[in-house]
């Protein structure tokens, strides 16, 4: 943990961009332990890999535009929603902002160089390329990619002759890497918070990235060995859950969720955590109620995890089981109402700036708040029996997890991607792009809701006509988000190579320490580590620079 | 263009945040366990008889052998620890090989306590196994996989505790700064401690 700074006498210090380390080049980006080299190599890599399940998600909707086969064959049409699913859960969603956004910008957020423990925090990128490249593996190796669906349900996983092994392993392997993730952020934000920030003095991504972290170190090496013995069992033919060994299948179901339903969690509360911090920049407010939405993601972190078995009220269990699942289920959308509240109680009044940011974070609220109110209903038990296993449930959570937590990131890209970069997008193509983003979504995933509620099941092949209009329309909208999505990424690309230069450092007059540091960052980040005396978002008027530093002696 | 550059060495050493790492990854491992624990719970209240009746073919012997084994090691680590506190060099080193020893003895009763189950057929998959009644599968395909994944980490702990051993003979580990000495020793302690509850799981309780 010994670091040797260079500090060049002419004053000019390097950005991390230009920074010339032991290693030159490609080797000094991979081979770099600074936590904003890891950042973008993450950011790299997830965004990759999102564009790859989105080309999933894309066939899923196109075999689906009309009854029949349309353009591949069931087997096929299996393999696509278990790739989309794995892919999306497991390499985007849940790394996407604890790896791209904490990484970057937790340490700065805090004021510190770098995260507690920086060659483990490489060598969890290094984990979740493998896991990556495992995924592939699944799909190109011989015998087939694997058509369990991502939740890889007992017995079929067993049974089945795909390449269930590779996406389990990619999986397990992806969970390492979280973990790992976890543990330094947990001990970041322990123990490197600059002098003078109390807890109740962090920003609120702070709060919810460090809520996140526990959830990852809790819960996942639960699923780490619940695939684990699926493999073992597979491989060695050990019955563990394998009903026709002595099994019990429920008993997997029980053991894959009290990690999967957390993991929604690890997937919302960061992007909540963004919503929190973009808010109050772009209204030129303070956050109202800061305590309430800092211990509500603690809240979340903390009921989320108690409440895995409503995946479970149609696959047999108690009455009071039941019972105490579908209460606790009702708990989680407290905490998640008081940040909803909170939100718009900061905009109240307030001196909005429609910026493409705040414009993902508007988008976030109405469609996390549509996810979320279906997601009490379907916690209500005798709804659930009815639509439990059909496309409102599909609706529900693209609804939290694509509505909600990708948007968040979205909104984070536009908010902190000209601070990583020192280079601006254009902001009226951001802001266009915005609504087919919008509309598509909303296209594509709203009719799910009615198709569900008039009974068409998830994961079909195929449909009886009167589903067809609802497919239809869903299909056209999943065209105009990817012709969104794609635009806003040749966006971002055409801003990194002919980008407007930005060299102020407070590009949006955000309130939190990475915006008193130079754009893009000096590899120290801070030269002298900053003292903290006011609260974040303490909006003054006619003050442009709030913070007070101190040198430390 | 000043071309003059001055290197000022920023050192970073958190001793207490390393410590704080290694207890949060050994609670993950605690985790890790803790689901086969609840695999064990579960099946044993579904088949008590069976689990008895399969217990009984464990060679406690060995067991309580191999749980002194451990118990020593873990106590040659601790004093390794408490020898490089007073600067003792290479008494600690030697404590080190010692455990490393110990844990190989572990390893190697392991081998013999398998190979005797294998030889009478009794392993995933086998015909034998296979025969027998679905709680005793069940019992055996737990033991094998607990056991196997406790294995594993008594490995992967020899590898680490053999690399501590070089740290300390190059003088990296050392009476001021032991923290990497002192999180592995967490560590072999947790592989201890999750023995410690396998023993009577499987071997005691009959």
């Known amino acids: 943990m010994n670091e040797t700074i260079t500090v060049p006498t002419n004053g000019k210090h390097p950005s991390y961009l230009d920074y010339q380390g032991k290693h030159k080049g490609f080797l000094g980006w991979i081979l770099s332990t600074d936590h904003k080299r890891i950042g973008i190599l993450y950011l790299i890599s997830i965004l990759s890999f999102f564009l790859v399940g989105v080309t999933f998600g894309f066939l899923i909707r196109l075999e689906l535009i009309a009854p029949g086969r349309t353009i591949v064959d069931p087997q096929t049409y299996n393999a696509f929603f278990t790739l989309h699913g794995v892919i999306m859960v497991f390499l985007f969603l849940i790394p996407a902002v604890p790896a791209i956004f904490g990484n970057f910008f937790l340490p700065i957020l805090i004021g510190a160089r770098d995260v507690s423990f920086p060659r483990l925090n490489l060598l969890s990128w290094y984990l979740y390329i493998i896991g990556g490249l495992l995924a592939i593996l699944s799909i190109v190796a011989p015998g087939g990619a694997a058509d369990t669906g991502w939740t890889f349900y007992i017995p079929y996983s067993v049974r089945t002759g795909t390449n269930v092994i590779y996406a389990l392993f990619a999986a397990f392997v992806l969970g390492f890497s979280s973990i790992l993730t976890g543990i330094n952020f947990v001990t970041t934000v322990h123990r490197l918070r600059a002098p003078g920030m109390t807890w109740f003095k962090t920003p609120l991504s702070v709060w919810s990235i460090y809520s996140t972290a526990w959830v990852q170190v809790l819960v996942t090496p639960i699923i780490g060995i619940t695939l684990l013995l699926v493999i073992i069992e597979r491989t060695f033919n050990v019955g563990l859950f394998d009903p026709a060994l002595g099994g019990d299948p429920v008993l997997f179901q029980h053991l894959f969720w009290i990690y999967s339903h957390p993991a929604v969690y690890i997937m919302i509360l960061p992007a909540m955590g963004i919503v929190s911090e973009i808010i109050p920049v772009f209204a030129r407010r303070t956050i109202f109620g800061y305590k309430f939405i800092a211990l509500s993601s603690v809240a979340i972190a903390f009921f989320g995890s108690l409440v895995w078995a409503h995946h479970m009220f149609t696959a047999g269990m108690s009455d009071t089981g039941q019972f105490i699942f579908s209460l606790l289920t009702m708990i989680v959308s407290i905490p998640s109402a008081i940040k909803v509240f909170n939100w718009t109680a900061t905009l109240y009044k307030g001196s909005i700036d429609l910026a493409p940011p705040l414009l993902y974070v508007l988008a976030f609220i109405f469609q996390f708040s549509i996810g979320g109110l279906t997601g009490v209903m379907l916690g209500v038990l005798s709804l659930d029996i009815m639509v439990h296993d059909t496309s409102f449930v599909v609706a529900h959570f693209h609804y939290v997890m694509f509505g909600g937590a990708g948007f968040g990131i979205f909104a984070a890209l536009h908010y902190w991607l000209p601070k990583m970069f020192g280079r601006m997008y254009n902001i009226k193509v951001a802001k266009n792009t915005f609504w087919l983003v919008f509309i598509g979504f909303n296209l594509l995933y709203f009719p799910m809701f009615i198709m569900g509620w008039l009974g068409m099941p998830r994961r079909y092949y195929d449909y009886l006509p009167e589903f067809h209009i609802y497919h239809l329309l869903s299909t056209i909208g999943s065209w105009i988000l990817i012709l969104g999505i794609l635009i806003m990424f040749s966006n971002f690309i055409a801003a990194l190579i002919r980008g407007k230069k930005v060299n102020e450092k407070n590009i949006w007059g955000g309130e939190t320490l990475e915006w008193t540091i130079e754009t893009p960052p000096i590899h120290e980040n801070f030269l002298e580590i900053p003292t903290v005396h006011d609260a974040p978002y303490e909006y003054k008027q006619n003050e442009t620079d709030i913070r007070q530093f101190q040198e430390v002696k | ?206």
């Open chain 2, 1 to 206: 263009m000043s071309t003059q550059e001055h290197t000022v060495t920023y050192i970073h050493r958190d001793d207490i945040g390393a410590r704080m790492g290694m207890w949060l990854f050994l609670f993950t491992e605690l985790l890790l366990f803790g689901g086969m624990f609840i695999l064990y719970s579960i099946y044993r209240f579904t088949y008590p008889d069976a689990f008895h009746l399969a217990a009984k073919e464990l060679n406690t012997i060995i067991g309580a052998f191999n749980t002194a084994i451990l118990l020593t090691s873990s106590l040659t680590m601790a004093l390794s620890i408490a020898a490089i506190q007073r600067n003792q060099k290479s008494l600690s080193i030697f404590l080190q090989f010692i455990t490393i020893v110990l844990a190989l003895g572990f390893m190697v009763n392991k081998y013999f306590e398998w190979g005797a189950k294998f030889s009478h057929g009794i392993y995933p998959g086998s015909d034998v196994l296979l025969s027998k009644p679905a709680g005793e599968i069940i019992f055996f395909g737990l033991y094998y996989v607990m056991t196997g994944l406790h294995g594993i980490h008594v490995i992967i702990g020899i590898v680490l505790i053999a690399i501590m051993m070089r740290f300390t003979s190059k003088g990296i580990i050392k009476s001021d700064s032991y923290v990497k000495l002192e999180t592995i020793g967490l560590y072999w302690h947790l592989v201890d401690i999750i023995w410690i509850f396998l023993f009577p799981l499987f071997y005691l309780i009959t």
